[in-house]
C-alpha cells in the first residue's frame, strides 16, 4: 500500500457498519488499541460477506484466507463512542479480492485509519485456491466504485 489515504472520505466505499466501541477497546494511552482495527475489519467484513451472500462462512466449502492485511492510522479514536468502519472492493482477481477498509468517527466524514485486506478463495478439505465463489464475486461486483 503506497497510496496516500489520509484524503479518503466515506464518498469513496461502498458500505458502511456502525460498531459501538468498549471499554476494553482503549490501551495504556486512552485511544482505541491497534488490534482493535483488525478485529473491527475482520467482523464488518465477514458480517458484509454473510448478509450479502447467505454464505454461512463457518461451514462453507469455499473459504476466503486472509494472505495480507495493513493498517494506518491517520486520527485517534476512543471508546466511548460507536464508530463507522467503511469497505469498498479495490480488486476482484479470479481466486482474490482485496478490499479497503475505513474506520471514521461517527457521522465524521474525515478517515482516522485505513486499513487494506486480501483474500484468496480456497477449498475448505484442501486449501488449494479456487475461483471466488458465484455469490461473493456478485456481491464484489456490486461493492466495487466505478
Given amino acids: 500500500m503506497t ?25 495504556m494511552f486512552g485511544h482505541l488499541n491497534n488490534a482493535v482495527y483488525y478485529e473491527l ?9 454473510m448478509a450479502g451472500t447467505g454464505i454461512e462462512e463457518s461451514t462453507a466449502p469455499v473459504i476466503g484466507l486472509v494472505v495480507e492485511s495493513s493498517c494506518r492510522f ?6 466511548p463512542g460507536p464508530v463507522d468502519v ?25 478517515i482516522a485509519a485505513h486499513g487494506r485486506w486480501a483474500q484468496v478463495y480456497v477449498d475448505r478439505a484442501t486449501r488449494r485456491p479456487v475461483p471466488v465463489p458465484t455469490p461473493v464475486r456478485a456481491l464484489a461486483e456490486r461493492s466495487t466504485r466505478a
Fill in 3 to 27: 497510496a496516500d489515504t489520509r484524503g479518503l472520505t466515506r464518498a469513496d466505499f461502498v458500505h458502511v457498519a456502525r460498531v459501538s466501541t468498549r471499554w476494553s477497546d482503549n490501551d
Fill in 41 to 49: 475489519f475482520d467482523s464488518v467484513l465477514n458480517e458484509w460477506l
Fill in 74 to 79: 491517520h486520527r485517534e479514536l476512543a471508546y
Fill in 86 to 110: 467503511a469497505l469498498v472492493v479495490e480488486r476482484l482477481g479470479e481466486r482474490s479480492l482485496v478490499l479497503g477498509l475505513g474506520v471514521f468517527a461517527a457521522d465524521a466524514d474525515e
